[in-house]
């Protein structure tokens, strides 16, 4: 595969990529307007199915004082994945990973400063002393210390 024709294979699964991200973003913005269109409704969560016992009876509709909680926790978790999708296509953040990434920052900026800034010596370093090889102590030097 020659240059031409990969740089052309790059530019087609790009507006590839660009259609579906632009069809998923349509998809969410809908799915987003028809939970609104359901919370707008007052006795949406005090709606209730009931069904008769005979066969030939058709489920019929009641609105009842007590809500339905399953249906309240299950438009929670509707709500609470489609806030993560939107902020995933979108690429937004959320305050917590906003903030991480200011921390992220922050340090990374300390960090450069500190190998950019020459070191002031202190009087306290350490390190290792290096010395020449005629400043090393002979056999004989060491006869001191078997006792001749």
């Given at each position: 595969m020659?240059?031409?024709s990969?740089?052309?294979?790059k530019?087609?699964?790009?507006?590839?990529?660009?259609?579906r991200l632009v069809?998923?973003?349509a998809?969410?913005?809908?799915?987003?307007?028809?939970v609104?269109?359901?919370l707008r409704d007052?006795?949406?969560?005090?709606?209730?199915?009931?069904?008769?016992k005979?066969?030939d009876?058709m489920?019929r509709?009641?609105?009842?004082?007590?809500a339905?909680?399953?249906?309240?926790?299950?438009m929670?978790?509707?709500l609470?994945d489609m806030?993560?999708a939107?902020?995933?296509?979108y690429?937004?953040?959320?305050r917590?990973?906003?903030s991480?990434?200011e921390?992220?920052?922050?340090r990374?900026?300390?960090?450069q400063e500190?190998?950019?800034?020459?070191?002031?010596p202190t009087?306290?370093e350490?390190?290792?002393?290096?010395?020449?090889?005629?400043h090393?102590?002979r056999?004989?030097?060491?006869?001191?210390?078997?006792?001749?």
């Amino acid at each position: 595969m020659g240059k031409k024709s990969a740089k052309i294979n790059k530019k087609v699964s790009a507006k590839g990529e660009a259609k579906r991200l632009v069809a998923l973003q349509a998809a969410a913005e809908d799915m987003m307007a028809a939970v609104a269109r359901t919370l707008r409704d007052p006795y949406q969560f005090h709606r209730y199915a009931i069904s008769g016992k005979a066969e030939d009876k058709m489920p019929r509709e009641v609105i009842l004082a007590k809500a339905d909680t399953k249906a309240m926790r299950d438009m929670a978790v509707v709500l609470k994945d489609m806030t993560a999708a939107v902020r995933n296509l979108y690429d937004i953040g959320t305050r917590s990973e906003e903030s991480a990434v200011e921390i992220a920052k922050a340090r990374l900026l300390l960090e450069q400063e500190r190998a950019n800034t020459p070191k002031q010596p202190t009087g306290k370093e350490g390190g290792i002393v290096v010395l020449p090889p005629d400043h090393f102590l002979r056999e004989e030097d060491l006869s001191f210390l078997k006792g001749e």
